[in-house]
């Protein structure tokens, strides 16, 4: 069984470094054109669950890759909720919070990194439940987690495993143990 998970294409605040969470922004043109090459990654392949963020950027990125017919909305998969950084790039929040980062400091009004983890557990329960190959459409840092907390490592970990836009990441086991196959793959990007 392997778990796929695909962070959604470019918007305009990815491109320009901005905290993105429930802000529901769209794919820009180019984002458009990530998602429909994420496509061929899959063709062929049988999922048993083709789970999504409801947030169009992940859904959109869902659709256009052609898995739309199976696409499953969960609320738990929505990215982090940055409060009153939403918005904001992280050199804009150190200008208030000297040495600010993520995965290190609180986010005012918003989501902890724990917080971010319980839910995800949820998803996880849910994926390793499933009679078959799964894939998630999601969000950078929701994705991160899910990959820290898949390994059985704290939330706070998914610090170390850096996401770029509309790539590819697989989980799954080796020997019975939860493992990383492959990660951050943009191969398929032109």
């Known amino acids: 069984m392997e778990i796929l998970l695909a962070r959604h294409g470019e918007t305009q605040w990815s491109a320009d470094g901005r905290h993105?969470?429930?802000?529901?922004v769209p794919l820009t043109d180019t984002g458009r054109d990530q998602a429909r090459q994420l496509g061929p990654r899959f063709a062929g392949r049988e999922f048993a669950l083709v789970l999504s963020s409801p947030l169009s950027r992940a859904r959109d990125t869902c659709e256009l890759a052609g898995l739309g017919d199976r696409i499953e909305l969960r609320d738990e998969l929505v990215e982090w909720d940055y409060g009153d950084y939403e918005g904001l790039t992280t050199p804009?929040?150190?200008?208030?919070?000297?040495?600010?980062g993520i995965?290190?400091?609180p986010v005012a009004g918003g989501e902890t990194?724990?917080?971010?983890g319980v839910r995800i557990d949820g998803v996880?329960?849910?994926?390793?439940?499933a009679d078959g190959d799964c894939i998630v459409f999601a969000h950078g840092h929701v994705l991160r987690v899910l990959a820290a907390r898949w390994l059985g490592l704290?939330?706070?970990d998914g610090a170390l495993l850096a996401l770029n836009t509309a790539t590819l990441s697989v989980l799954g086991y080796e020997r019975q143990r939860q493992v990383v196959?492959?990660?951050n793959d943009g191969s398929h990007l032109e």
Do not use: F, K, M, N
């Open 154 to 156: 704290p939330a706070r």
């Open 124 to 129: 996880i329960s849910e994926l390793a439940g």
């Open 92 to 100: 804009q929040i150190r200008e208030e919070v000297a040495g600010w």
């Open 181 to 183: 196959q492959l990660w």
């Open 103 to 105: 995965w290190t400091h």
């Open 20 to 24: 993105t969470g429930l802000t529901d």
């Open 113 to 116: 990194v724990e917080r971010v």
